[in-house]
């Protein structure tokens, strides 16, 4: 065997090895760092091996490309002018969809990059180079040159002609048995959507809602999706960043999440795509133009589409938001951040309908309030710091964002623990009787008050020109009980003191 394939397996043994026993292994936050400096190291030099296995030569240069909203590393690796992106992904079911899906594409003639080597075991594969020119950065540029309206229509019009090629051509041949999580875009995974939307938006944000009468606008929504029989295959994530301009021509990438479903959604989610809010005409004449290419297959005249497509539109953007609000708000990434108010201007232009609004009734009043609060760019407002505070179990290990960020970290093991009360074991720290256990404890109290003296300090030494964020991670044994409790304790004061923007996340109970 050679060598490197050797170390790879090693390293993978000692890789679930650190999953088993994560609770251990976290404790020794300096192993973890080697750790992770281990995986980028031998993944640079499997994608080198595969390069030259591939190719007969070596790379004479390996540039990894930033990453985005998921876990996967690009290396563009380049020899003279020849040049592939070497792709290391954890999933390996994701792996599975990718390289699948491609080669069904490629036989039937779409725009898709083709992948040259896979070893499904080692979780890497070398795909074809598309370039950097996405169809988001293309209109960019296309604006700041003042060639905006006509180009891009017409750019817009040649992706779409491809879009049923996709849809219906692809469906009857592709292997659905690959697609992952879900093989139809069903039930399940509309309400796993909106539930997406309600816990990493909504709550995280701290928007206010009923959740009754927000599950019932969510049932309502699944229904209405449900009613629609016509389906093909569903991209899922058929946007403007996924779409690469090489050569004038829109190329396709990052369908490894299809699945079987209704046309709809994949045209709202190019449409509608915060990346690049369409002027409201353009958006109606590609919308017509769309439904021109499926009109037959739908079975159904143009405004019922529009109705439907209006349904979908609200499930991808409410996807989308959930999205934003893990990736940005909690993860603070700001390209995540920065989307946030073009979505919520996407969904007020949907809510302006008035059966829409009559439908919805909940769903209505909280997207007043989105508007109200993030519909407008405040990147020329002073802002406040932000306090993420999150509870966690030690048992599952301590959040990766504060491994690479920092922070406070407060362990709460060792404080009463109401876990060992019969009638306390199965509630959480949000629970009123596990409130009133805790109320009378002094160690808790304690923690709570010294942790929030800490927290003040830190917010007072703050730059007061610079939006500062800072992370108070509560880590207990099941990240039920004691961590919550003092979670929610800090993050309430915090806002009672308006000292700063606060964001409350529990990863063990929703």
Request: glycine share 6%; net charge neutral; aromatic share 14%.
């Given at each position: 065997?050679?060598?490197?394939?050797?170390?790879?397996?090693?390293?993978?043994?000692?890789?679930?090895?650190?999953?088993?026993?994560?609770?251990?292994?976290?404790?020794?936050?300096?192993?973890?760092?080697?750790?992770?400096?281990?995986?980028?190291?031998?993944?640079?030099?499997?994608?080198?091996?595969?390069?030259?296995?591939?190719?007969?030569?070596?790379?004479?240069?390996?540039?990894?490309?930033?990453?985005?909203?998921?876990?996967?590393?690009?290396?563009?690796?380049?020899?003279?002018?020849?040049?592939?992106?070497?792709?290391?992904?954890?999933?390996?079911?994701?792996?599975?969809?990718?390289?699948?899906?491609?080669?069904?594409?490629?036989?039937?003639?779409?725009?898709?990059?083709?992948?040259?080597?896979?070893?499904?075991?080692?979780?890497?594969?070398?795909?074809?180079?598309?370039?950097?020119?996405?169809?988001?950065?293309?209109?960019?540029?296309?604006?700041?040159?003042?060639?905006?309206?006509?180009?891009?229509?017409?750019?817009?019009?040649?992706?779409?002609?491809?879009?049923?090629?996709?849809?219906?051509?692809?469906?009857?041949?592709?292997?659905?048995?690959?697609?992952?999580?879900?093989?139809?875009?069903?039930?399940?995974?509309?309400?796993?959507?909106?539930?997406?939307?309600?816990?990493?938006?909504?709550?995280?944000?701290?928007?206010?809602?009923?959740?009754?009468?927000?599950?019932?606008?969510?049932?309502?929504?699944?229904?209405?999706?449900?009613?629609?029989?016509?389906?093909?295959?569903?991209?899922?994530?058929?946007?403007?960043?996924?779409?690469?301009?090489?050569?004038?021509?829109?190329?396709?990438?990052?369908?490894?999440?299809?699945?079987?479903?209704?046309?709809?959604?994949?045209?709202?989610?190019?449409?509608?795509?915060?990346?690049?809010?369409?002027?409201?005409?353009?958006?109606?004449?590609?919308?017509?133009?769309?439904?021109?290419?499926?009109?037959?297959?739908?079975?159904?005249?143009?405004?019922?589409?529009?109705?439907?497509?209006?349904?979908?539109?609200?499930?991808?953007?409410?996807?989308?938001?959930?999205?934003?609000?893990?990736?940005?708000?909690?993860?603070?990434?700001?390209n995540f951040t920065e989307s946030i108010p073009p979505a919520v201007r996407q969904l007020c232009r949907i809510f302006e309908n008035r059966e829409i609004a009559d439908l919805l009734p909940e769903l209505t009043g909280i997207v007043n309030s989105l508007n109200m609060r993030w519909s407008q760019s405040e990147s020329g407002k002073v802002q406040k710091a932000t306090v993420i505070v999150e509870s966690f179990s030690f048992m599952?290990?301590?959040?990766?964002?504060?491994?690479?960020?920092?922070?406070?970290?407060?362990?709460?093991?060792?404080?009463?623990?109401?876990?060992?009360?019969?009638?306390?074991?199965?509630?959480?720290?949000?629970?009123?009787?596990?409130?009133?256990?805790?109320?009378?404890?002094?160690?808790?109290?304690?923690?709570?008050?010294?942790?929030?003296?800490?927290?003040?300090?830190?917010?007072?030494?703050?730059?007061?020109?610079?939006?500062?964020?800072?992370?108070?991670?509560?880590?207990?044994?099941?990240?039920?009980?004691?961590?919550?409790?003092?979670?929610?304790?800090?993050?309430?004061?915090?806002?009672?003191?308006?000292?700063?923007?606060?964001?409350?996340?529990?990863?063990?109970?929703?």
């Amino acid at each position: 065997m050679n060598p490197k394939f050797y170390s790879v397996l090693v390293f993978k043994i000692r890789y679930a090895e650190f999953h088993r026993e994560g609770t251990e292994k976290h404790r020794d936050l300096t192993n973890f760092a080697l750790l992770i400096d281990n995986i980028h190291m031998i993944k640079d030099e499997l994608l080198s091996l595969l390069f030259r296995e591939f190719t007969g030569q070596s790379p004479e240069s390996l540039t990894v490309l930033p990453k985005s909203g998921s876990d996967r590393i690009y290396c563009r690796m380049v020899k003279e002018d020849f040049s592939v992106l070497g792709v290391w992904n954890p999933s390996r079911k994701e792996n599975d969809a990718f390289t699948g899906f491609a080669s069904c594409f490629n036989e039937i003639g779409l725009r898709v990059p083709r992948v040259f080597r896979y070893l499904p075991e080692e979780m890497v594969y070398l795909t074809e180079d598309l370039g950097d020119l996405d169809l988001y950065s293309w209109y960019q540029e296309k604006i700041q040159s003042g060639k905006e309206k006509d180009q891009v229509e017409e750019m817009y019009r040649n992706i779409l002609k491809e879009l049923p090629r996709f849809q219906f051509e692809a469906d009857r041949k592709i292997d659905y048995g690959l697609s992952y999580p879900r093989k139809v875009f069903d039930r399940n995974s509309v309400s796993w959507d909106l539930n997406y939307f309600k816990y990493m938006f909504l709550k995280l944000s701290g928007t206010g809602f009923s959740e009754q009468l927000l599950e019932e606008d969510f049932q309502k929504l699944i229904t209405t999706i449900e009613k629609v029989k016509v389906s093909g295959f569903l991209y899922r994530d058929f946007q403007s960043r996924n779409v690469m301009i090489k050569g004038g021509i829109p190329w396709f990438i990052d369908f490894q999440g299809g699945r079987k479903g209704a046309p709809h959604y994949d045209v709202a989610s190019l449409l509608l795509d915060p990346y690049v809010e369409l002027e409201q005409s353009m958006h109606d004449r590609l919308l017509e133009y769309y439904f021109s290419l499926v009109s037959k297959r739908l079975k159904n005249d143009y405004q019922a589409f529009v109705r439907e497509y209006q349904i979908f539109g609200i499930v991808r953007l409410l996807q989308a938001l959930g999205a934003y609000g893990f990736r940005g708000l909690y993860e603070r990434k700001p390209n995540f951040t920065e989307s946030i108010p073009p979505a919520v201007r996407q969904l007020c232009r949907i809510f302006e309908n008035r059966e829409i609004a009559d439908l919805l009734p909940e769903l209505t009043g909280i997207v007043n309030s989105l508007n109200m609060r993030w519909s407008q760019s405040e990147s020329g407002k002073v802002q406040k710091a932000t306090v993420i505070v999150e509870s966690f179990s030690f048992m599952k290990g301590i959040p990766d964002t504060f491994v690479t960020e920092g922070g406070f970290m407060f362990d709460c093991r060792y404080l009463s623990d109401p876990y060992y009360t019969d009638e306390l074991k199965s509630l959480t720290g949000r629970d009123k009787k596990v409130i009133d256990f805790f109320d009378d404890k002094k160690d808790i109290q304690d923690m709570v008050e010294n942790a929030l003296r800490m927290i003040n300090v830190s917010l007072d030494s703050a730059d007061s020109e610079k939006a500062k964020t800072i992370r108070v991670c509560f880590g207990c044994h099941s990240g039920h009980h004691r961590s919550v409790y003092c979670a929610e304790k800090i993050a309430s004061a915090l806002k009672r003191s308006k000292s700063a923007d606060v964001l409350l996340f529990h990863h063990e109970i929703r």
